[in-house]
T-cell receptor, first 114, second 112 residues
Framework: SAVISQKPSRDICQRGTSLTIQCQVD?????MFWYRQQPGQSLTLIAT?????????ESGFVIDKFPISRPNLTFSTLTVSNMSPEDSSIYLC???????????FGPGTRLTVL | QKEVEQNSGPLSVPEGAIASLNCTYS??????FFWYRQYSGKSPELIMS????GDKEDGRFTAQLNKASQYVSLLIRDSQPSDSATYLC????????????FGSGTRLLVRP
């Protein structure tokens, strides 16, 4: 399966600021996704990052808050904008790899907003 | 009714026993099913996928799917303390093969 890296692995930020999370894959993949895992909760899909077009956001998530870039088939960024303590979560990117729609996750970015 | 439901646990089993983890889903049209293992502080790791009714075995893991009853289970034979983790069931939203809906996860504790 694809090897996925994320930067930063963790960060502590002040409210009102923004953080950009990077996701890098070691091979070209069509589908990349961003998830959020709030403390003690399961994973929720934020958006699908589409190469060459705007991301597709899930209900409850908007582009102004979570702008996403996908400049090529191996890289994507997620920005968490105008952060509040409620944004404290683990943010994970995933890719669909292989012929049977399996998704594999990066190591995650643990964000704490003070 | 939640789209994907799991008992949150913790499920506690002694070392060497069989751990049985269950997941039910609401959409009868679901076609593929995934089990992820998540250690504390780590990201989810795909351990099993299943697409057809019946059993699928991979080492100590067996996934069981019953589409008529809308449940999928994961059996872990000869459980080891290293299997202690949260197990997440994931099902793609019908009409979208890649938008995974995750259950809340079952925490498994294997006692030495």
């Amino acid at each position: 399966s694809a090897v996925i890296s994320q930067k930063p692995s963790r960060d502590i930020c002040q409210r009102g600021t923004s953080l950009t999370i990077q996701c890098q894959v070691d091979s070209q993949v069509t589908m990349m996704f961003w998830y959020r895992q709030q403390p003690g909760q399961s994973l929720t899909l934020i958006a699908t990052a589409n190469q060459g077009s705007e991301a597709t956001y899930e209900s409850g998530f908007v582009i102004d808050k979570f702008p996403i870039s996908r400049p090529n088939l191996t890289f994507s960024t997620l920005t968490v904008s105008n952060m509040s303590p409620e944004d404290s979560s683990i943010y994970l990117c995933s890719v669909e790899d292989g012929p049977v729609d399996e998704q594999f996750f990066g190591p995650g970015t643990r964000l704490t907003v003070l | 009714q939640k789209e994907v439901e799991q008992n949150s646990g913790p499920l506690s089993v002694p070392e060497g026993a069989i751990a049985s983890l269950n997941c039910t889903y609401s959409d009868r049209g679901s076609q593929s099913f995934f089990w992820y293992r998540q250690y504390s502080g780590k990201s989810p790791e795909l351990i099993m996928s299943i697409y057809s009714n019946g059993d699928k075995e991979d080492g100590r893991f067996t996934a069981q799917l019953n589409k008529a009853s809308q449940y999928v289970s994961l059996l872990i034979r000869d459980s080891q303390p290293s299997d202690s983790a949260t197990y997440l069931c994931a099902v793609p939203r019908v009409g979208s093969s890649y938008k995974l809906i995750f259950g809340s996860g079952t925490r498994l504790l294997v006692r030495p």
